[in-house]
Structure formats: structure tokens, C-alpha cells
T-cell receptor, first 109, second 119 residues
Framework: AQRVTQPEKLLSVFKGAPVELKCNYS??????LFWYVQYSRQRLQLLLR??SRESIKGFTADLNKGETSFHLKKPFAQEEDSAMYYCALQNTGGFKTIFGAGTRLFVKA | AAGVIQSPRHLIKEKRETATLKCYPI?????VYWYQQGPGQDPQFLIS???????DKGSIPDRFSAQQFSDYHSELNMSSLELGDSALYFC??????????????????FGAGSRLTVL
């Protein structure tokens, strides 16, 4: 069965500090992993996906198949990064994306 | 640019009533997904449609049904409403696989959601 686990419901860091939002998944096939973000009063939107291997707004995420993890990292958090972050997994064939419970990141000045 | 449009934005119904939510995908997006998000919960996948056919099904109650029409918009019909159906219902769409390729088609663009309150 597909499952996405985000162990932290809330993560609070100071501006300029490194941040890591954890995500672990379980899936028997070869999944595609995503991070979606929801800023205050905005829609859920894509932040990044593992196949792109790119850095978006300073965030990166590496797929570790051995540890079945896709942690989201940023070396220096900014106040505008405060938002709800969801890790998501799409099944092979791609008609079903499931989401983790989400982690609320709060960056303090 | 036009985004995914959902209507109505807010809906209040009584128990045992029926509700219909509508979703208009981005032009040239042929896949539509429905999610239900209860208070403090993660978005739960309900159902998806590709080219007007149901493509995958999640935790959608039997009281709910959905379809995708020839113009690719989708409707989620909910009958015999229960208090527990109160939630935010998100619709998302993804681009045509023919244009975006299999990998490009996996990115979801979300609507603003329809908030259903059952009294």
C-alpha cells in the first residue's frame, strides 16, 4: 500500500537557521515524489519534484530509495518560507497522488 | 492565466441532503483529481478521471459519485450527507499526457477548494 509519513506536524526555526522537513514513504513500485506547499490564504501548489533535481526557493530534496525518504532541506530559512508543506507520492501510471499529513513550518524573525 | 476553478466556494447543507461540487480544469488538462480535507487532516484522495473515464479510486464513500464531462469539467455528487462530510474539497488537474509526457502529466494544479458544511 502507498503511504507517506511526515513525522513532524510543526517545525519552528529562527530566520537564517537550516531547516529539514522529513518525509518517508512506502510503495512497492517506483514512485514519483513531490513536495507541495500552501502559503497562508493561497492554494496548494507544487514546490518541487524529485525527477527535476532542481532547487526551488533555495529548497532541495533528494530521493533516498534505501531509506525510502524524501526530506526537504534549506540551508537558511526565511520568514517567507512559513507555510504548510506536504510530501506527496504518485503511483506508477500516475492517476493517484497521496499526501502526507503535512508539516507546518514557522520561521521566526 | 486561468487556474483550476471550483464552485461553489462555500456550501451549507443539512444532514441527508445532496450537494454537487464542480471543477473546471486548466485548458488542455485532461486529468482531474478530487480530494477531501477534513479539519486538521491531510488531503485524502477520493477519485480521478482521465479522458472522461474514471482512472483511479481512493477512499470515496458509496454515497458519493463523480464524473468528467466532454469539456473535461468534473462534478462530485454527494448524497445523504452526514456531519462527517464537512470538509474542504479540492479539485486538481494535470496536463494532457500527449503534450506533457508521462512525467509532466504528474504535476497537479489545485483549485481553491469548496468548503462544505453539513449541519
Amino acid at each position: 500500500a502507498q503511504r507517506v509519513t511526515q513525522p513532524e506536524k510543526l517545525l519552528s526555526v529562527f530566520k537564517g537557521a537550516p531547516v529539514e522537513l522529513k518525509c518517508n514513504y512506502s510503495y512497492s513500485g517506483s514512485p514519483e515524489l513531490f513536495w507541495y506547499v500552501q502559503y497562508s490564504r493561497q492554494r496548494l501548489q507544487l514546490l518541487l519534484r524529485h525527477i527535476s533535481r532542481e532547487s526551488i526557493k533555495g529548497f532541495t530534496a533528494d530521493l533516498n530509495k534505501g531509506e525510502t525518504s524524501f526530506h526537504l532541506k534549506k540551508p537558511f530559512a526565511q520568514e517567507e518560507d512559513s507555510a504548510m508543506y506536504y510530501c506527496a507520492l504518485q503511483n506508477t501510471g500516475g492517476f493517484k497522488t497521496i499526501f502526507g499529513a503535512g508539516t507546518r513550518l514557522f520561521v521566526k524573525a | 492565466a486561468a487556474g483550476v476553478i471550483q464552485s461553489p466556494r462555500h456550501l451549507i447543507k443539512e444532514k441527508r441532503e445532496t450537494a454537487t461540487l464542480k471543477c473546471y480544469p486548466i485548458p488542455r488538462h485532461d486529468t482531474v483529481y478530487w480530494y477531501q480535507q477534513g479539519p486538521g487532516q491531510d488531503p485524502q484522495f477520493l477519485i480521478s478521471f482521465y479522458e472522461k473515464m474514471q482512472s483511479d479510486k481512493g477512499s470515496i464513500p458509496d454515497r458519493f459519485s463523480a464524473q468528467q464531462f466532454s469539456d473535461y469539467h468534473s462534478e462530485l455528487n454527494m448524497s445523504s450527507l452526514e456531519l462527517g462530510d464537512s470538509a474542504l474539497y479540492f479539485c486538481a488537474s494535470s496536463p494532457s499526457r500527449g503534450l506533457a509526457g508521462a512525467s509532466g502529466a504528474n504535476v497537479l494544479t489545485f483549485g481553491a477548494g469548496s468548503r462544505l458544511t453539513v449541519l
